[in-house]
């Protein structure tokens, strides 16, 4: 029971890597909020998760901060504190850079780095008043070492990165941490997309030779998320099975 009495609130929730850490959140004993675009996925989530604890939801677009900061406020109104933020609603918009249309620049900044920064912003000054307090952000491997036809998704993940490290320098004094974990390819509902012939060319380019599982991904945010980690902030967890050695 490592997250026991603790608050979380998880954004991109209700699906994928979001939803397993809600799930191991909540066997560690965690009260778990999700917040999400998608009304129907968050209600098949909720109802999916209840028998392992609490859970809350709230239609969030993170990309408007007085949407974020009004849910943030609805779960100190009935849980009294946030212990742990989760910044993890991402989109992508893939495309090369000479065909790609400003707007999905745009929309991808909006979403995983401004959306990011909203949850944070969201957050900190009740964690800094309860001198306690865990922000961690999702970016991935390839906000680390690049990826073709994704300049625009890269670009907000390495942008966490840089953000996180200022704010866990800002942010330490009030024992609020803030890390990031970046996870490798992993086995996602976003994965069915992609062709056998892709996921296969990833697989081999990972020293482990497979895709991550969520719950491998969910275990990186539990310790980040856990007392265990008291003293680790402005880290970057990468979770990926060695892609980028």
């Known amino acids: 029971m490592r997250l026991k009495n603790k608050v979380a609130v998880i954004t991109g929730g209700a699906q994928g890597i979001g939803k397993e850490t809600a799930k191991r959140f909540l066997q560690e004993g965690a009260t778990v909020a999700l917040f999400d675009m998608n009304e129907e996925q968050l209600k098949t989530a909720s109802d999916e998760l209840a028998e392992y604890g609490e859970v809350l939801t709230d239609k969030v677009n993170v990309a408007v901060y007085e949407e974020v900061e009004k849910a943030v406020n609805r779960v100190i109104e009935k849980k009294s504190k946030v212990d742990i933020m989760i910044a993890n609603a991402g989109i992508t918009r893939d495309s090369m850079v000479h065909k790609m249309d400003t707007s999905k620049f745009d929309q991808v900044i909006d979403v995983n780095l401004k959306g990011a920064y909203n949850s944070a912003r969201a957050v900190v000054e009740k964690m800094r008043e309860q001198g306690s307090g865990r922000i961690i952000f999702t970016s991935s491997v390839v906000g680390e070492y690049g990826n073709i036809g994704q300049a625009n998704y890269a670009a907000s993940k390495a942008g966490l990165i840089g953000m996180a490290k200022s704010m866990a320098k800002e942010m330490g004094r009030k024992n609020v941490t803030v ?37 491998e991904i969910a275990n990186g945010f539990l310790f980040l998320a856990s007392d265990e980690a008291s003293f680790v902030t402005g880290h970057v967890l990468s979770v990926n099975g060695g892609l980028t050695l």
């Open 179 to 215: 890390n990031v974990v970046a996870p490798g390819y992993t086995n996602t509902e976003m994965m069915k997309t992609v062709p056998e012939k892709v996921l296969n060319i990833m697989c081999e380019k990972t020293p482990m030779a497979r895709l991550a599982e969520p719950v």
